[in-house]
């Protein structure tokens, strides 16, 4: 079981950054494949980054490689989501999900426990 706490959003101007945090509770983190999504208003939940429990692996959706970057840090049960060169289209509500069998997915339903969320916007 994990309860998940997103932080770090904010405003910030196009090509800006921001570092979002996911502290999530319990001694079972390491256990669990994480992902970030995010939602703009009126659109669907999308696929942002995942990263498998030892923070070997990651996968990213194609409209971030390059610019955010997924990390976690098991000693301090923390999932970050660094992003960098931030563009409009990129104002969204940004959620933590945590997994046992993601096998880095990017589908929604593969993730069993979902944070509140933060919210992202960036300026012109």
């Known amino acids: 079981q994990v309860q998940l706490v997103e932080s770090g959003g904010g405003l910030v101007q196009a090509g800006g950054s921001l570092r979002l945090s996911c502290a999530a509770s319990?001694?079972?983190?390491?256990?669990?494949?994480m992902g970030w999504f995010r939602q703009a208003p009126g659109k669907e939940r999308e696929f942002v980054a995942a990263?498998?429990?030892?923070?070997?692996?990651?996968y990213y959706a194609d409209f971030v490689k390059g610019r955010f970057t997924i990390s976690r840090d098991n000693a301090k049960n923390t999932v970050y989501l660094q992003m960098n060169s931030l563009k409009p289209e990129d104002t969204a509500v940004y959620y933590c999900a945590a997994g046992r069998r993601t096998d880095l997915s990017s589908q929604r339903e593969d993730y069993e426990y979902w944070g509140q969320g933060t919210q992202v916007t960036v300026s012109f």
């Open positions: 990263i498998s429990r030892s923070g070997y692996t990651t």
């Open positions: 319990g001694r079972t983190f390491s256990s669990y494949d």
